[in-house]
């Protein structure tokens, strides 16, 4: 075995024998968990800093798996730019999670059980990345989607999460029918099952692309697919912050990643991944501008940003959208870390609109939820600042891309809109919270949301420059066009803060609340995933049971006979008065006509014979 690939193979060992350790009912296999998670933390180092010196890409083939004639499948890991690079990033905020969720889930009394699922969940993003072939990388896949279901559903007891986790699970398995038929044409036409092989396939068919299209899209929440990622708030914030930041959503824009070359040499699919990204990215951003619940704004933000991957997809740049996925983990695990310690320590309240001045009782959890805002506002020398401009230059180097670079720039002006509403209800202005509440800052709470806001302001400037060699372009432009970003993230602050100050002289309405602001929108989600599929749910009920079910019911069944008995019953009624006088006429009368009618034949001889 390579000694790269033994150095990979390090920290997945690890997590996998941190699943036997047994059980204690003084928590200390939670602690055991955490320091093994910690270990493969900086085991997952080795590998790293052996790829960058050496810089070549490893594989290794260990043992056949599946013996088709065709393609055979074989249990391999590849050591390359992307696994390498993630497995740390993912490793770091799973042990931050993990030690945040030591203090706040010590209540929990299935927290063992709990610190299992958040290993397995890991392990299979881990599998998923570190897959040479797409069978393998199906493991993970379908892993992932599994733990997210047991771990949105943790609190099962309550039926919103109930939903929630058998919406995940639907929409990822619809989602899932791409993945399958991409790999159901590859086995047809005799293509290699390797992630190599398929990247460098010639072919241009547009079923296997569009497939894939369709798996990420159902994985990364894009447009039509996207109501199941606000829906997993219902778990526990933990599990909000691993899924959104580093595991389950970003899986289909690192299936993209991988099969980039696949899906670049068809225009069509290109122009799907820009137009899609950039779509999602904008009604992503103006659902969020909306809300009131603190983690349904962050979820959404996560959905916004994952259509700005897919638009970096769509711009034949994956080495930009997966440094928007390193980027991007750092600071989406700190705001949700910071959002589950206010609600914690605020009886579970969410709704921002009852919070604030939390700058005096949570100086410390406030100051990061500040950084992590600014950094997915795309704030210059924050980590979101250098992939996320990036992504915004790059879609300025053609006419071609006008439409969604429009979609990308309003949506980041919504960006910035969001995260200024979100600090200044929740940070600013003045308490109003329980006059007992209480707001302490614990190192075990505090200590991981720290970490996060390091990487969250150091991240994106080590990955840019030094460590990842990837292949971005140096772009060169007139300095209005490469500022661009920046003159409307801007503009989109001073805006803000403008309407800050003229809110409160704004007219009350007749109900005593202030009117609607001029800039607030609809929510498209909720006319396409609330009132179109009620209505057809309406309609497909009438047409069923006016059709169906009360045609056998009413015309057929029970209530058919029903009527009939009622029926012959008023017949019958009618004719019995109860009065013997018209018996005694209708039996005489009876009598008479047989008499008439049938005693003449009856006496009657036989007919006489025919002489002939």
Not at 208 to 227: C, D, N, R, V, Y
Not at 382 to 398: H, P, Q, R, V, W
Not at 536 to 565: F, R
Request: glycine share 4%; charged share 10%.
């Amino acid at each position: 075995m390579n000694p790269a690939i033994m150095l990979l193979m390090l920290p997945l060992t690890i997590m996998l024998s941190s699943l036997f350790i047994p059980y204690s009912k003084a928590n200390k296999s939670s602690h055991a968990k955490l320091l093994a998670t910690k270990l493969a933390f900086f085991s997952s180092l080795l590998p790293l800093a052996f790829f960058i010196y050496d810089g070549l890409v490893v594989t290794s083939f260990e043992a056949q798996w599946l013996a088709f004639d065709v393609c055979p499948v074989h249990v391999s890991f590849t050591l390359d730019t992307y696994s390498v690079f993630f497995l740390p990033i993912s490793l770091f905020i799973a042990w931050s999670i993990m030690e945040f969720t030591v203090k706040y889930m010590k209540s929990d009394p299935k927290i063992d059980t709990f610190f299992r699922y958040l290993i397995i969940f890991t392990l299979m993003m881990m599998i998923l990345v570190t897959a040479e072939n797409v069978y393998q990388l199906f493991i993970g896949w379908e892993g992932v989607g599994i733990m997210s279901y047991m771990l949105i559903n943790w609190w099962s007891y309550r039926p919103a999460s109930n939903k929630a986790a058998l919406q995940a699970v639907i929409y990822n398995r619809l989602a899932d029918i791409g993945l399958t038929v991409a790999l159901a044409w590859m086995v047809v036409n005799n293509l290699s099952l390797d992630i190599q092989g398929v990247q460098a396939s010639p072919d241009l068919a547009i079923i296997p692309a569009f497939g894939f299209i369709l798996a990420a899209a159902g994985k990364s929440a894009q447009f039509g697919f996207h109501p199941w990622l606000p829906a997993a708030m219902e778990g526990p914030t933990p599990v909000s912050a691993l899924l959104h930041s580093s595991t389950m959503v970003v899986a289909g824009v690192f299936l993209l990643i991988r099969a980039s070359s696949f899906i670049h040499c068809n225009k069509m699919t290109t122009i799907a991944c820009l137009l899609l990204g950039a779509l999602t990215s904008l009604l992503a951003a103006t659902c969020a501008l909306t809300q009131n619940d603190m983690k349904k704004i962050i979820a959404y933000s996560t959905t916004s940003q994952l259509g700005l991957m897919m638009t970096a997809i769509g711009l034949k740049q994956p080495e930009l959208a997966f440094m928007h996925i390193a980027t991007h983990a750092f600071f989406k695990a700190m705001l949700f870390l910071c959002a589950g310690a206010i609600i914690h320590n605020l009886n579970n309240e969410q709704d921002i609109r009852k919070m604030g001045g939390l700058k005096k009782a949570m100086p410390i959890t406030s100051a990061c939820l500040v950084i992590g805002a600014l950094s997915l506002s795309g704030m210059p020398f924050m980590s979101g600042f250098y992939s996320k401009d990036a992504i915004i230059e790059a879609l300025n180097t053609s006419n071609i891309n006008s439409i969604s670079l429009a979609m990308t720039l309003i949506a980041t002006t919504f960006t910035v809109l969001y995260n200024l509403r979100m600090i200044y209800y929740v940070v600013l202005g003045t308490p109003r919270l329980l006059p007992l509440a209480s707001l302490p800052e614990t190192r075990q709470i505090i200590s991981p949301i720290l970490r996060l806001a390091v990487g969250s302001i150091a991240a994106g400037l080590l990955i840019s420059t030094n460590i990842l060699p990837c292949n971005i372009p140096q772009l060169t432009m007139p300095p209005e066009v490469k500022l661009a970003a920046m003159i409307i993230t801007a503009l989109a602050l001073l805006t803000g803060v403008a309407l800050i100050l003229t809110a409160p002289r704004l007219p009350l309405s007749n109900k005593g609340t202030q009117s609607p602001l001029p800039f607030k929108m609809a929510n498209f989600y909720f006319i396409l995933h609330h009132i179109l599929p009620a209505a057809i749910l309406w309609m497909s009920q009438k047409l069923s049971g006016h059709l169906t079910d009360q045609t056998h019911y009413e015309a057929l069944g029970p209530k058919m006979l029903t009527v009939l008995q009622i029926l012959m019953t008023k017949i019958m009624t009618n004719l019995h008065k109860a009065r013997i006088n018209p018996y005694l006429k209708v039996i005489i009368l009876g009598i008479t006509l047989f008499l008439l009618l049938y005693y003449p034949s009856m006496t009657e001889g036989p007919p006489a014979d025919d002489p002939g």
